[in-house]
């Protein structure tokens, strides 16, 4: 499915002082002096101004405020941001309420995502570690005068650090329980006179998970591996124009678990709504050939939250990501053209286990079919989407200041969801003529008519 948008706006506001949003200071501990960081500028208008001057409802964090509070994420921004909160299973923001209520791409999200002023489909995008980003706005809506029709709930705006014009390096370690380990690092520096540049690479892994299996002992939730690669460029061409040009690509491989459902398993031999016959781990003396992954027969979450028991793993994949952003300003007397340009695209791929239980096989009463009751659930997301804009500001210090832009946007996905018996060959050929019942030796079951 593909989407084009093209939207023309304009604005005319006047300067006046504002009320800040943001806190410039971090509040101190007990018998400690305050620790001020600063003035803190944001472009929520389109334009540099001071968080104190800028008349928005905004939250603005620089990454030393990040680092003084321990933000690593959007999910952590939620304790400092008032209305903000983020689900980080369907990568879902909400402003003041307001959010897609369906993960559904067809449907517009009321809170929109911008990238160095470029329109992006994922939260992620608006939340990189302190080592990428300079500096993270949130804006609560509407906001729809400057950044689009996803904006009734509010705006995440995130700006990426620029190339310096003396050399600069950095290099980050972090290691901690579980097995996880995080390494980054970033160069930056000039080239020429008028070119420069900033290389980022950044890798993520952790070797535990916060739950176990004991089906087999492996361990899931928050157990995986990331890579990140990023490179800019940014060039002054004599005194009036300036480019910048951003590439980026971020894959992972996690194994994911929130929790575990309580209670007993099922017994039914059909459940409500299944494929086919139920998992009968409630029961696995009543049948012959019973067979399963490990031996415990009761449900492990009742006894232990951290615990479950399950023969198929879950595994996330986010691969043929790729970032390409860039823009160009030209400074005229009175006014300023702008291009601001990007495209995006990825690939999430989702496995999991949708039976809930070991069991491997089993065979039905009174036939001699075998039963497979493993059921594997499979989401899917390939999207891509690019945009276009120009704008055109003033840039003088006058009472009065405007805007006219020109935006373009296209949008191409699939998002297939599927629910399988991989192992219950029957359902790659079903018998849709006389039922016979289950009494044959297979050739009836999902035999050929």
């Given amino acids: 499915m593909s989407r084009t948008t093209l939207f023309v706006t304009s604005a005319l506001a006047a300067l006046a002082a504002g009320v800040s949003a943001a806190q410039a200071a971090v509040p101190a501990r007990p018998n400690e002096e305050p620790v001020t960081l600063g003035e803190v500028i944001v472009t929520a208008q389109g334009r540099e101004t001071a968080v104190a001057d800028t008349p928005i409802a905004i939250t603005a964090y620089t990454p030393l405020q990040r680092e003084r509070l321990g933000i690593l994420s959007i999910q952590d921004m939620t304790n400092f941001t008032p209305g903000l909160s983020y689900n980080s299973s369907t990568d879902r923001a909400s402003i003041r309420g307001i959010s897609r209520l369906t993960n559904n791409f067809a449907v517009d999200n009321g809170v929109a995502t911008y990238s160095d002023g470029v329109f992006s489909n994922s939260v992620v995008s608006g939340s990189g570690p302190p080592l990428n980003v300079e500096r993270t706005e949130i804006l609560r809506g509407p906001q729809g005068t400057l950044f689009g029709r996803n904006s009734i709930g509010g705006v995440i705006n995130a700006i990426s650090r620029r190339p310096t014009d003396h050399f600069y390096g950095e290099a980050r370690l972090t290691v901690a329980n579980f097995g996880a380990q995080n390494l980054a690092a970033a160069i930056s520096g000039p080239i020429t006179s008028w070119l420069r540049y900033r290389l980022v690479a950044n890798g993520a892994r952790q070797s535990e998970g916060y739950f176990t299996n004991v089906a087999n002992g492996d361990t899931e939730g928050g157990r995986g591996s990331s890579t990140y690669f990023e490179g800019q460029l940014e060039a002054d061409f004599g005194s009036n124009v300036d480019a910048w040009l951003q590439m980026s690509t971020f894959g992972y491989v996690l194994h994911p678990r929130s929790g575990d459902q ?157 629910i399988s018996m991989p192992l219950q060959t029957q359902l790659e050929n079903p018998y849709y003529s006389t039922f016979c019942g289950f009494v044959s030796t297979g050739t009836c079951l999902g035999g050929a008519p």
Avoid: C
Wanted: aromatic fraction near 18%.
């Fill in 262 to 418: 309580l209670g007993p398993y099922e017994t039914a031999l059909y459940g409500i709504g299944a494929l086919g016959p139920g998992a009968q781990m409630g029961n696995p003396g009543g049948f012959s050939n019973f067979t399963q992954l490990g031996t415990d027969t009761t449900n492990p979450a009742n006894r232990d939250p951290r615990l479950f028991n399950a023969n198929t793993q879950r595994d996330v994949y986010l691969r043929d990501n790729f970032r390409l952003h860039g823009q160009v300003n030209w400074r005229a007397t009175g006014f300023t053209v702008s291009y601001v340009g990007g495209y995006e695209q990825y690939h999430y791929n989702d496995f999991s286990d949708f039976d809930g239980s070991p069991v491997l096989s089993y065979t039905y009463p009174g036939t001699a079919t075998t039963i497979f009751p493993q059921y594997v659930a499979q989401y899917e997301e390939y999207r891509y989407w690019s945009s276009n804009e120009i704008q055109i500001k003033s840039n003088d210090d006058r009472a009065v200041q405007w805007i006219f832009g020109l935006f373009q946007y296209n949008e191409r996905y699939r998002q297939p969801y599927h």
